[in-house]
């Protein structure tokens, strides 16, 4: 018992001594922090964009978020997730880089950004 403790401690230390190079997979933060958009104070008669990735039921939750929002804001409207296109996949560059000239020119004032994983 008392030599399986001194191999132990042994391994251990010859552990502790070993170092290891190891590279961060990771880059540097490219962008840095930016100021948040204010709040809207209400949604009563704003335009609310739905964005998707298609990966998670989009196509049963955003319905079920217009009908809730709409209980509360009689007045709010909502530009539908296929207006825009799948946030993730084969065409993300193009309909991410598209996103401010839509929104702009669909008078959009909020968005709702779907992710599923």
């Known amino acids: 018992m008392a030599e399986k403790a001194v191999a132990e401690k ?3 230390e010859k552990a ?3 170092r290891y190079e190891a590279l961060w997979p990771r880059s540097p933060r490219q962008v840095g922090v930016k100021p948040l958009a204010r709040r809207l104070d209400t949604l009563e008669g704003k335009t609310v964009a739905q964005l998707w990735d298609y990966v998670f039921r989009g196509d049963e939750v955003f319905p079920l978020l ?8 009689p007045g709010v409207r909502f530009v539908s997730w296929k207006e825009f296109g799948s946030t993730h996949g084969s065409d993300e560059r193009e309909v991410l880089a598209s996103l401010p000239r839509k929104i702009k020119a669909l008078g959009v004032d909020a968005v709702i950004s779907g992710m599923g994983c």
């Open 66 to 73: 217009e009908e809730g929002l709409k209980q509360r804001f």
């Open 16 to 18: 502790v001594a070993v």
């Open 10 to 12: 042994a391994v251990a």
